[in-house]
């Protein structure tokens, strides 16, 4: 975080047209943009938003719907009284929250049992852990999803329980260390957050915002893919 707001001070004493930021939640950055507007710097954000920060747009995923989507897969897997979780890196981080919150309520009506809702802070060993702690208190537990891209430390944990085709992932992003839960079964449905389209048009949002003064919208939402076994 202090190395990004340095970077950040520094731009605005430099000549920079403009800037394309994914901000992390584990700090914020809206004293920062607001003084690069004020120097007629504009900042596009993509991942995740910072509200009244200043910046002239964000592209991000639909987080609702991912959310939603996540929960209907789960509904044609999950039976009877079995139970699901979620994790999420944070809940303070908007998007993260969006998931979880539309999973719930996609779930609810579903009949889907939803277990809780659970921080891994996006650390691996955290990640690990909690699902190791859920595995023993929780035999009713076959699904979880995992909201944010921390999907193969979870796997591992259920390989490693000897638990794999009975505790099943919906994941989020598709790092190549995820190919083998995949493979196995472990992993039933990946959510692809579309990076590539989400830095794309944040590319051209910006470059007409500087060619042609063109702002079409202050917030773009991408639709993410659903990735099936």
């Known amino acids: 975080t202090e190395r990004v707001v340095s970077c950040l001070q520094r731009f605005v004493r430099e000549d920079i047209s403009g800037i394309i930021l994914g901000p992390s939640y584990v700090g914020t950055y809206s004293d920062q943009i607001i003084q ?3 120097q007629g710097i504009p900042v596009v954000l993509v991942l995740s938003d ?3 920060s200043g910046r002239i747009a964000c592209v991000r995923i639909d987080a609702v719907l991912s959310g939603k989507t996540a929960a209907d ?3 044609l897997t999950l039976y009877g009284r079995k139970s699901a979780t979620v994790f999420v890196g944070s809940m303070d981080v908007a998007e993260h929250r969006l998931k979880a919150e539309s999973f719930l309520k996609r779930g609810t009506e579903l009949g889907i049992s939803v277990a809780g809702v659970y921080e891994t802070q996006d650390e691996p060993q955290i990640a690990y852990r909690l699902t190791a702690d859920l595995l023993k208190q929780n035999p009713e537990l076959r699904l979880i999803y995992v909201a944010t891209g921390n999907s193969v430390a979870v796997c591992q ?20 260390e995820l ?7 472990t992993v039933i449905g990946v959510l692809d957050q579309r990076f590539e389209q989400q830095g794309a048009v944040a590319v051209n949002t910006l470059y007409r915002y500087l060619t042609e003064g063109i702002l079409k919208k202050e917030e773009t939402r991408i639709n993410p ?3 099936l076994r």
Do not use: E, M
């Open 50 to 52: 910072l509200k009244d």
């Open 179 to 185: 190919q083998p839960y995949v493979k196995n079964g």
């Open 157 to 176: 944990c259920i390989n490693d329980h000897n638990l794999q085709g009975q505790v099943q992932v919906i994941a989020t992003d598709t790092p190549s």
């Open 225 to 227: 893919r659903l990735l």
């Open 36 to 38: 690069l507007r004020q």
């Open 73 to 75: 897969l789960a509904g």
